[in-house]
């Protein structure tokens, strides 16, 4: 198996693992981190879509353009990009779980549909 195959399976398989333990979770922090573990599941799939077997760093030297083909830097500004997005809506949805927790005393979503009324 190649790197490409290996990359795209892992990816696949976080996004996966997250998406189930996002239905089957009993408890909102159960469901954070569920969700946590299927965006991580992202920065592995966009790094396989830019990976380039063979190809350098993206920084042209004094001899401009060479002809050996060179990473893109948006795949790598992206995945940056989504690390952020990442821990900021991780830590405003466990913010809103303690929240919760404080009002209702409890974080088990199936006991907080019995107080819709």
Known sequence: MTLTVVAWTVAGWLV??????????????????????????????????????????PILGAGGAGSSPVVDPLVQAMVLTDIVVSATVTALLLALTIQIAKRHGTVDPDELRALRG
């Open 16 to 57: 996966l693992v997250g998406a189930l333990g996002i239905v089957r979770s009993r408890d909102l922090v159960h469901t954070v981190v569920a969700l946590s573990v299927a965006q991580s599941g992202t920065y592995v799939l966009l790094i396989a879509a830019g990976f380039q077997r063979g190809a350098t760093v």
